[in-house]
């Protein structure tokens, strides 16, 4: 289990690194939405109270990077 600091939620997560992957900030929402079973799996997205979830910046670059 990752630190609860170094979770962020989603929106705050795309916004923040965007710019610095070129992208907008909704290409990687749309991106996690679409593989969030698989992010699950692999412990870079946490699904928290509500409908919202939390990221774990690093596990998801680990992941990005490699597709």
Known sequence: ???IESLKPIKEFAEQ????L???PN???VTIDRNQ???IELG???KSRGKS??????KFFEW???H
């Open 1 to 3: 289990m990752p630190n």
């Open 17 to 20: 690194y965007a710019p610095k």
């Open 22 to 24: 070129g992208i907008k």
């Open 27 to 29: 290409s990687i929402k």
């Open 37 to 39: 079973a698989e992010l």
């Open 44 to 46: 870079a997205v946490f």
């Open 53 to 58: 979830r939390l990221i774990n910046p690093e």
């Open 64 to 66: 990005y990077m490699e």
